[in-house]
Nanobody, 118 residues
Framework: QVQLVESGGGLVQPGRSLRLSCVAS????????VTWYRQAAGKERELVAA???????RYLKSVKGRFAISRDNAKNTVYLQMNSLRPEDTAVYYC????????????WGQGTQVTVSS
């Protein structure tokens, strides 16, 4: 059974940092494109950062230079380092992994809440 488990969210003051983790079981992460999405209350889900085996990394414009996505294939984990957090970064952050090999395989984590507030 495939599971993606996010952790690392919490309440943090503006300007501080958090590191989110997404640990996969049941799949080999290195073969997947892994994306962090977020959804704020009353808003649509948006792509925050993605990393793929072929396409490299990409970021939401508003987080570029503040957030960094990285992989540790040995730990089957993808991280999202979030620096200089702003109140508008408040959202539930979700980990998504997908790959296509004759068919599309896609999995989601349960989400982790990030709240940026003084």
């Amino acid at each position: 059974q495939v599971q993606l488990v996010e952790s690392g969210g919490g309440l943090v003051q503006p300007g501080r940092s958090l590191r989110l983790s997404c640990v996969a079981s049941g799949i080999t992460f290195r073969a997947y494109t892994v994306t962090w999405y977020r959804q704020a209350a009353g808003k649509e889900r948006e792509l925050v950062a993605a990393t793929g085996p072929l396409e490299g990394t990409r970021y939401l414009k508003s987080v570029k230079g503040r957030f960094a996505i990285s992989r540790d294939n040995a730990k089957n984990t993808v991280y999202l380092q979030m620096n200089s957090l702003r109140p508008e970064d408040t959202a539930v952050y979700y980990c998504n992994a997908w790959m296509e090999l004759f068919t599309r395989y896609e999995y989601w984590g349960q989400g982790t809440q990030v709240t940026v507030s003084s």
